[in-house]
Structures are given as structure tokens and as C-alpha cells.
């Protein structure tokens, strides 16, 4: 019934084909076009699909049993498209009616846009280099979408979310988030306002479905994609972005270093309707011939825009990366491990002057401001291990990354703040307790942390545990860790293993933070396992067919599935079985948890042992029981 | 290089077969015949492996670079056997010579110790249904050792660690533990002594390695293994037994309820050097036709000195299930989830009596003293899902279980507390709080806690999460999950996956928690990784052949064990290298992270410049990078 294969062009997306139980609906918002995603679980009960009952109905009757309540879960899969067409502009009639906004001719494209080796960006554009996955958009460049590159007009100061929030207004894009979160829209208004969430969305990405980070929100996860020198292709990077949404991205960092830069990133962004941030020194570095020194504000200032124009939501900028602070890591044990973060303390060492990104920190302000592309201001002197955590490196730039902030809030241009990377359990609450107190309360945004440097190939399980307690301490975002993390590239497995784990990190600090709406989630699940609604427990399941084809390793005949029992304790043994037996026994007698047992029951006792002598035998069991 | 096949017989265990720099030792305790296993790791070095080292002369020097200490990590494999025969008993001349047991006649065996389906069991015992693995043992009984059971003599009172300790004796499993968990033999005897840590050890499992479970030494973690009636058989079942051990379970619980039970737990002993630990009352279960109302404490009593002759070290007891409790359980989501606790729940509802294991449990006690078995006092009232965590069903029958742990001691029988299950982040540790307030301090040992329900299929994550941060706040041993749980018996993959994940919790824990020992392994891996010794970052992983193979899809070459870059950057933008040079700039010039930079180093910084203008630059990249 479910699938798995990344996508397929003429069906719609994945979420929706689970299940005839489990499909994708839209709930307006105050205004008319703001359609928010929702995947909708309806209870199958305990027999065998029929088709759905009715969907905005409430609460459904099985069998004359209790009610069960379908359940609504937030959906990130976008709407679904030719990927070589790309997505509708849903947000393109919000930003022109703001009116601050207009299309101008904008920066010109050039060869060394792709990076180093020109000749393979042609190799990327024509596609032959492309997996079999992408074979739907091979021979063809990016979505052509006929909209020339937007900006601010000389008269708006900025459009930015904060802006607008800051000034009382409640877009529509708030509008949408409001509604996806199931909060109100003016406290969206007041955390944008605040700076404590951001709301990353370039004017020139109408593509995006909106989503707030923030403290108060659900908490989020972003993916990771990209190329590299030795591996990736833009097609695979599309299919990674897809199948990454799938699994419940709710933004996407490209982080391309390999050949075809710039043409990768338009395909990812056409495509994608969450928010898609960058490193644009990674681009920038290629275009100084991948030699650091060699970087100069111009160069990054060139590549800025025209990431801007192209249409990312969010920059990673390592400007915190000090010239002072560079030594600082010279007794750790692995030194400086984020790519930014090198590449900025060779050229403060090289040129011995100060990081340009904070010396022109206010230049970039007034770009970023003018196309709404919120910081994500880096962590470029993060622990790469255990033994570095907490160190005076990472918190001398946490320091810094604070003042950056306000600056930022100055220009009202929106921020959130990068955190590690390799955390041990115990030091994991005060990052984010140094967090909120250095850097004002702003968006805090981690890299797992990893809880333990030992076991490469499983940390996505070794930074699942420090994502699921950071967050619970107060971390908005969450950037997911694969198995392949410190070994290789993801592949489509290593996304959705990864993107899984952090989903569960995420979901379980929604829980622990006492998130109004995270515990219905829970509740329809277990409530389904406990009346042995298979079916409901699988479509209510974060990864269904993986739930399904489990169960249906030891007890694959059909019947199973709406079996009293399961492998685990076969059908003549089962706790939830006798646990009932005891539930309905004591409701039959009227019994309340307050009231003891103890007196005029004794009498009861042999009624409910002749009730019981045959324990519920189900007919459809395995001939080998 | 390494393998994966659960066993063989020609050669030792897997875990010293990974590589020559990967192998197994023995170090010896204070006494001559106390030796105690280690995987000790030998540094490689950036070359290809030319032989390992001088084992015994601690750091080793590579490349004229700083010395690299080897590693050495506890292991939990055992000395290797054939199946058929067992395992030597290393433990016999300790206990014979304490000359306070002795062997006996013992209990007459009989059709009915199978379970029901006495049929089956002959089927299972001459091995005819047993799996493709298990071909070596098939067609055999399990071994036969040629001991009768041994137990108290007339004389002595008990004869378990516990009572030793409070008599201010060191025994030689002590002195192994201490060896073992690399601490003084005092501090074992005093927390063994206080009650806050266990060493299930019972005198008729002569095979066991000495461990211990307490707050003050390594976290460690149970695995469930066991067949039920729909699936499994005795020959799986010690697959599964090794394959664990291989991963690094501590103990292991045979949870079996299919037919061949006695049969079954009969191999898992004579082939476990850990601790096993099972749940009588599901045997005792069978004996009564498998119906709750007929189960009576001689049957029960009867299945406890069945086991206590065969070996089991601790006994799963759900005597705090009251029948005042049950009602407790009516308003939940989930009921009663636990097997035992829904057996005992029903067996006081139908007879409308106390729970027959807490009215017995005096005589239980002197059971258990004369084998020296330890209690794990079952907590059959845990909540099966967030929604029931912490409420007053489970936290009343944890009082009863700190009750009972007061007169288990007061009879010299060693003890541990059994906890959840479900348990959202935020109310993880009011568990451990509550634990060892109400429990005194004994040694809490939990199944988990899942901290989220939505995710079947991935529950092995799910409770990753948990079990770290219950472990932090002190719980001592972690019974796993594997991806399989609430869907199916786990199969092998399943054990793995689930041990790896418990074992990264439990480690990650120990790092949090502090241990002396802990950090070595990280940090050795964590500078492997920073000098791009790749096979030695291999070595010290938790799953070698894992990280190897994930290393291998995107650089198979030999050539890339001895890169100094990764297929994340590629040779031409590596961050770990631009660290490096950072560092030798610094190094070379005198910095030190408390001297600026600022001062009199500008025309340090064209030196820098000109030596850093070629970036490292590798041979041996695949043709296409």
C-alpha cells in the first residue's frame, strides 16, 4: 500500500498514497488563499478498510465502541509537481500586494557562478552525469519560472517578517503559520517581533508554505543536502530534498561545494516548499579558487546577492570566527571542525586582520534586510568531539554571535543562532542556558549534539539523544545528523534514517515541553494498540509501511491485522488482553480507582473467575500456534 | 576484514577477529585464577597495517608523531565454545572452595518444565525444528556438564555476594569485577554491601563472568531474548545469546514462553558467561494450563527451584502488583502492559486475595539466599505510554517495591528495582528520584523509557533517548528495545540494532555521569578522526565493520584509509586540514590561546600566507574528483 520510491511525477505526494486512512487535506486560514497542509489519520477500527467515514466529521463510531478522534498531523511534503517545472508561487500575490517589493534586472550569472570547472557544470545542466533516480529531469536546466529577481524598492526601508511584526501587522504568511501550528496569530506576531522566531522567507521563494522557529512552536528539524567534490549530482540532490520533505524536513540547508554550484541550488529551490538556507562562503571560496586567503568581502558580497536573487531563506555566517579567538583552539583535540569556521580563521591568520564577514556585518545587514533572508549566525569554533565541549573557543564566539544579533535586530533583519555539534549529556542544558542569556533570547539551532564521539555509522542515534534534550531545554530548530555522518555523503537511506531520528527527537521534546497538541498524537497511537486497531496504529505511525512490514514479518496473513494479539506474546498470552479482562470487570462493577477493593467484593471474585476461565480466543491464528 | 556471522566454532569470538589491532586480552585480578577479558586497541597509525605493536609497553609512537595510547574496552563476548559442550565453569573452584554449598540430588525434571505441548518440546530438544544457524547444535540435548545442583549447605545461612560483603569479604568475583570496571575491590565490596549494587551470580552458573550493576560503576544493558508460542526455537535462541554478548550485553533475560521452555533456558546457560535473568511466573504460567486463576504459589515455588538449579542468576518477581492497586489501572490508555503484571492483576481479581508473590515473600527470600539469585522486583504496573507515565498506579506499587527490598536484604538476597517503559523527557528523572527515595537506593534497572509513542519500527530510538537520560540520574542497568518492539520477536538485525543503540546510551551516560574511564575511549577515537587515521577510528569503533563499509560506498579505495580527507569535503576543502594548519601555524610560532594575536604578529601572518598557499594535496583521489 505504501511506497517508498522518492517520487514520481504523475501521482501526488507520498504522505497521501499511505493509505485510503491517511491523506493530506487543506485548512484554510483567516484569509481566503492561505491553504495550510495537514496529513488527516482517520480510524480504521478494527476490521478491514471500507472507505473512510466522514473526514470533517469529529469524533468517528467503530463498532459501537467509544469515539475515535481522527488526528491531524502537521505535513511538510509541499504540494507536489513536475520537479522540472517547479512548485506554484503561492506566496508571489502576498509579496505584491505588500507593494515594497519590485522585479529589477538584478546581478548577471556568470560561468564561475558553478564553481571551479566549468565544463562539469555543463555536465550538470544537460544531466548526463545524473543518477537513474532523476531521469525525469535530465537533458533539461532548472524550472524556468519567467519572474526576474525581487527586491525592496528604495522607499522600503526593509520587508521582513520582523519588520512587518514589529510595525502590528499580521501577513499572511504569520496568517498561514497561525493556522499550521494551531496557535494564534498574534502570538506568531509577538515571538517574530520579539526576535524570539524567525520566520525565514526570501521574497524571491514564493514557493515556500511557511513555518515559523521558534521557542513557543513545535520544535523543527532541518536536512542537510548537497554535493560535493567527489560525489552528487543536482538530480540527486532534488530527489534527496523531496525525500527528505517526505520524511518531515522542515527546512533544507544546501550545502554544495561540488561542481554546478549555482544550478543545483536552482533546481533545490524551485522545489522546495520549505526554506532553503546556505553557507555562501562555501560558494564563495570556489570562486576565490578554494584558496582561503584569497577571499575578500567582495567576492562573498557578489555571491550574497546572488543567492538572494535565486531566492534563500536563511545564511549560515561564521562571523563570529574572531581573530583573537583563533588560538583558543589550539589545545583541543579537534581543533576547529566546521568548514566555515576553518576557512574564516586561515584567512584572519593570513591576512591577520579581523573576519570580514563582522567587519562588514552591518553591509550584509542591509542586503539580507532587503530580501528577507534571516542569519543563521554559525558556530565555526563548535566542538568536534566530546573533550571540546563548552570550551572558552565555543563560548568566547557565543559571545560574540550575541552582539551580532542585535545589530542584525537593528537593521530588522531576522536571526537565529548555530549550537554543537558534540555535547556530553551533562553540559547540554547550558548551552542552551548561555545561549538564551548571550544572544538575547534568539532562535537557537543545533547540529544534533552528539552525546558520544564512538560510534561513527549510528550518529544519528548518538546526536538523536543530545537533539531530543537540547530541544527539550529550549532549542527551536534541529539540524539533523545521518548515519554516514563523519564517513560519507548521505544517500535516500541515510536521509530518511536520519530524518526519522530527529523527528522523533523533535516530537519527544514537543512532548516533554507540554506542547498543547503533542500529546494527541500519542494518545490516538497507543489508544489504537491498546483496542488492537493494527491499521490505525500503522497509519498513525511516524513511518507506516516500516510498522506494517515489521508486523507483517511473523504474522503476515491478513487476519492478523485486526488479530486480538500479536507475535510478541501469541494469541494465548497477552497483557493488554487480561489487562482489559481487569478494565472491564471492574467498570462492569462499578469500581473507581478510589474505592478499595477490599470490602463486600469477595463475592465478585468468582463471577469474574467463571467469566474469565476462557481467555478471548481469536479464530485466525497461525496453524503452527 | 571483520565478520558478522553470529558464531562459529573453529575460531574465537568475532570481536578479536576484527583486525590484527583489535584483539582480546586477559588481565589478570589480585588472585592467580582471576582473569578478566578486555578488547584492547592497537594504534594502526596513518600506513597500512604492517603488525601490531609492543601490547604491553603502553603508548605507541607513529610516524615520529606523539605516542597514541592503545585502548582497552570491557567485553562482554566470553571465552568462546562449541555450543554443545558450554563454557568452562571459571567460577567453580571459587565456589566449591568457600565450601558453603553443596551439590544434592535436586528436583526431578518432567514433561510438564516444557511448557504445554510436551510434543513440541521433544521436537525442540532432538532439534528437528531448529533454524538453518543452528545446525551444529541440532539433533543434540543441550550440553550436559556433569554437575548436579548445588546449593546452601544445612549450615549456612546464605551464601550470596551480598552476604560475603557485609562480612567484609572480597570474593574472587569481586576481585574480577574490580578488574573489570578498572576500580578498587573495597569500593565493590562496600557498594555490593550497602545494597546499591548487585552481582547476580548464582552458585549453579559457574560459566559467569563476574559483572556488577550499580550507580557507581559502567551503565549497563539487559537483552531480552526468548521464544513465544507463535515463533522461535531453543537453537535462534542462543544465536541471539551470542550475537548480544558480541554486541556488549551485560545480562540477558530469556523471556521464553514457547514450547521447550526448560529446554531452551538449559542451552542459554551452559552458553552465557553473562547473567540471566527470566520472569518465572510465565513458565509457572504454562504449568497451570496458561490460565491466571489457576496458578498457586507450589507451582510457582516449584518453577523457582526448577530454575535456581539450573543457573538463572535473577528472577523477575511482580510481588508489588496488590490487589489494591489494580483499579488504579482502569483509567489509563494503556492498562496494564506488563505480562506479569496483567497475570498477577487477574489472579488477585479472580480470587480476590492478596498477590500470591507478596504473601510469599519470606519464603521467596530464603530461596534466593541459598543460590545466591537476585531479585529484579518487576514493576508490573509500568505505564505502557506517555499518557500513563508517573501516575499513582505506578508510583504505589513502587513504595511496595521499596518495602520488599527492605526484607529481601534483611535475608542477605541481593536486589534491583525494576522501572518504565513509557516516560515523556520531563518526567524522566522524578523516576530516579522517586526510585531511590522509595527504594533506598537500590540498584534501578529500566526498560528504556520510550520517550515518545508514535514511532513503531523505530522504538529501539525512541527509548535510545530515554535511557540516556534515565542513566544520567542514576539508573544502573537499561533493558533494551529493538526496532521490533510492539510489532515482532526481534531476529537478529533486530538484537543489533538494538544493542548498538543501548549501548551508546549506556555509554553516553557513563561520559555524563562522569566516569573516570569513560572519556578515553571518545577521546581516543575523537584524535584518530582529527589525524585521519581512518582504520584507527575503525577500530575504535562501537561497530567496526559498520563504520568501514559506510567509509567504503563512497571511497572503496585502499589509497582512501590513508587519506587525510573525507568524502564529505573531498581533498580540496577539508576543514580537519585547515585545522591542522591553523594549529601548526600557531604551534610554530609560540602561540598559546592566552596570548593575542593582536600584538607584533602581522608579519607572521604573509609567512602563514605563503606556506599555506598550496593546500595539502593527496595522490591518491579517485579520477573523477
Known sequence: M?????????????????SAYRRKIYLRGTREDVHVPFVEVLPVGKGEPSGPGGADAGPIGLDGCEPVPLVRLYDTTGPGSDPARGLPPLRLRWIKERGDTAEHEGRSPGPLDEGRGAARTRRVRTGSAMSGHGADIAGAGPPEVGRAPRRSTPEARSVTQLHYARQGIIT?????????????????RQEVAAGRAIMPSNVNHPELEPMIIGRRFLVKVNA?????????????????LS???????????????????????EWILRNSPAPVGTVPIYQALEKAGGRPE???????RDTLIEQAEQGVDYFTVHAGVLLRYVPMTMNRVTGIVSRGGSIMAAWCLAHHEENFLYAHFDEMCEIMTAYDIAFSLGDGLRPGSVADANDEAQLAELATLGELAEVAWSKDVQVMIEGPGHVPMDKIAQNVELERELCHDAPFYTLGPLTTDVAPGYDHITSAIGAAMIAMHGTSMLCY?????????????????????????????????????????????SRARFEFRWEDQFNLSLDPSTARGFHDETLPAGPAKTAH????????????????????????HGLSPTQSLQVGLSEKASEFRSSGAEIYTVQNVPADA
Chains 1, 2 share one sequence.
Not at 172 to 188: C, G, I
Not at 224 to 240: D, F, L, Q
Request: charged residues 25%; glycine residues 6%.
Open 243 to 265: 525525500w527528505a520533505l517526505r520524511w518531515g524536513a522542515d527546512t533544507v540547508m544546501d550545502l554544495s561545494t561540488g561542481p554546478g554550484i549555482h544550478t543545483t541550488r
Open 294 to 300: 584569497d577571499l575578500t568581502w567582495e567576492i562573498y
Open 224 to 240: 542537510n543536502i548537497g554535493t560535493s567534490s567527489v560525489t552528487s549530482s543536482a538530480a540527486g540532490e532534488v530527489e534527496k
Open 565 to 588: 494479539f500479536c507475535s510478541m506474546c501469541g494469541p494465548k498470552f497477552c497483557s493488554m488482553q487480561i489487562s482489559q479482562r481487569v478494565r472491564d470487570f471492574a467498570a462492569e
Open 481 to 525: 545528523v545521518t548515519p554516514k555522518e563523519h564517513l560519507g555523503l548521505p544517500d535516500l537511506q541515510d536521509v530518511k534514517e536520519g530524518m526519522i531520528a530527529y523527528k522523533i527527537a523533535a516530537h519527544a521534546a514537543d512532548l516533554a515541553k507540554q506542547h498543547p497538541r503533542a500529546r494527541e498524537w500519542d494518545d490516538a497511537l
Open 2 to 18: 505504501s511506497r517508498e520510491v522518492p517520487f514520481d511525477n504523475d501521482v501526488p505526494a507520498p504522505a497521501q498514497r499511505d
Open 172 to 188: 499572511p504568511e504569520m496568517d498561514f503559520v497561525a493556522t499550521r501550528e494551531s496557535v494564534d496569530a498574534e502570538l506568531v
